[in-house]
């Protein structure tokens, strides 16, 4: 029997207290031993739940408990869960996570410190929900060289722009709704802003180039200035429009990274993911194109994800320690200029005045707008001075 200790009893903790109960038998008959939740550590009061006995407040109680193997931190946010983390992976205790926050902010620490004490910091729901992307970027996909990531990884914005711009509903509908399905952040700017999606994106880069580089120096663009006429330019052109996490190595070595939304043609993958879904395209020198898809939220496909780190982690018990991973910290200035990365733009000015340089065209309502050949964001600065900007919208490079 392997005992664990589940730290916060939210949605994504609560998800995983009842997956755990509900695939006993798969559990018990895949990892040859039973797993059960000894404690489940949480401020608030639960008088009366079902699960009342096994609810404790202090984190030392789990600490110091030499039965508790394993410990799900499924907190959010960066403090306590990264200090409760490395206590625990110090005091050889195995340690799984759904935060993003914690795994980009002090993924390279929280590994050192499990590599030191001989056990395994995993983190498969911090990237994509349900979607297995990162144990195959870990394990299958390790020694490839890989040119680049791109993905649609935060649900609540996919889901926004799915049914805002494609089924007519109004923003705040759209988001009171993600949120009430339990997808969203606690604070929505989070996802929003494309915050959650560049940490994401951080992380999925770590795991291409081994060095993880902070989230405030990465361009991150959200979508709150997407509007109903660039949904339907982008209908018109053959595109729909996605946030989009990309990097990928540059010519000169560098990491590039950025979050913005993109218009996405309809021969790409990624046009075709709505709503909660997620998508990751990676592409490697030696595999090819790999695309991921999945639900990329929700309470229990993201505790579907760290169940699988859970059986991971019980499987190894008998026969040792898991493979370590290292990642170093990057600095931000050592990131390449997302301004200077080339594609094609689409952008809309004020005005029946067509900068020149345009490809394609599209007039409306007094506004208009084109689409540019690949060139950098400086050039297209450069090509509408002069111009009033309503949109610029960068494709899918
Ligand atoms: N708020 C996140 C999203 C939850 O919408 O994708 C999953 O990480």
Not at 270 to 287: E, P, R, T
Request: proline residues 4%.
């Amino acid at each position: 029997m392997v005992k664990i200790a589940v730290i916060g009893f939210g949605n994504i903790g609560g998800g995983l207290v009842e997956l755990i109960d509900k695939h006993k038998e798969i559990i018990a008959r895949d990892c040859g031993t039973e797993v059960e939740v000894k404690y489940i550590v949480d401020i608030r009061d639960f008088t009366g739940h079902p699960l009342e006995s096994k609810i404790v407040k202090d984190f030392n109680v789990v600490l110091n408990d030499p039965e508790v193997s394993i410990v799900a931190e499924m907190i959010g946010g960066s403090h306590p869960a990264f200090d409760f983390s490395i206590a625990a992976l110090k005091a050889g205790k195995h340690v799984v996570s759904s935060n993003k926050e914690v795994v980009a902010n002090f993924g390279e620490q929280l590994l050192a410190a499990a590599a030191e004490n001989k056990v395994a910091y995993l983190f498969e729901a911090s990237v994509g929900g349900a979607i297995p992307i990162i144990r195959p970027m870990r394990e299958s996909l390790s020694s490839d060289d890989i040119i680049s990531v791109n993905g649609i990884l935060n649900g609540t914005t996919n889901f926004i722009l799915t049914n805002m711009l494609y089924n007519g509903k109004a923003f705040e509908d759209a988001l009171a709704e993600a949120q009430a399905l339990g997808y969203a952040e606690a604070n929505p700017s989070a996802d929003v802003d494309g915050i959650d999606a560049c940490r994401k994106i951080c992380i999925l880069a770590a795991l291409a180039y081994g060095v993880i580089y902070p989230c405030d120096s990465v361009a991150t663009e959200g979508i709150r200035n997407i509007s109903k006429r660039d949904a339907s330019d982008a209908s018109e052109l053959g595109a729909s429009i996605k946030l989009i996490g990309h990097a990928e190595k540059t010519a000169d070595g560098k990491v590039l990274i950025s979050v913005c939304p993109r218009m996405v043609p309809s021969d790409v993958p990624l046009s075709s993911v709505n709503d909660v879904f997620n998508g990751i395209m990676v592409s490697g020198k030696a595999v090819g194109d790999l695309m991921f898809y999945g639900r990329g939220a929700g309470r229990i496909p993201t505790a579907g994800a760290v169940l699988a780190d859970i059986v991971e982690i019980v499987k190894h018990l008998s026969c040792g320690q898991l493979p370590p991973s290292k990642w170093t910290r990057g600095a931000g200035s050592e990131l390449a200029d997302a301004k200077a990365a080339v594609s094609k733009f689409y952008c809309r000015v004020n005005g029946n005045k067509i900068p020149e340089g345009a490809i394609e065209v599209i007039q409306k309502d007094g506004e208009t707008a084109i689409v540019t050949a690949p060139i950098t964001e400086y050039e297209l600065d450069e090509m509408t001075k002069g111009f009033e900007v309503v949109s610029k919208i960068r494709f899918f490079a």
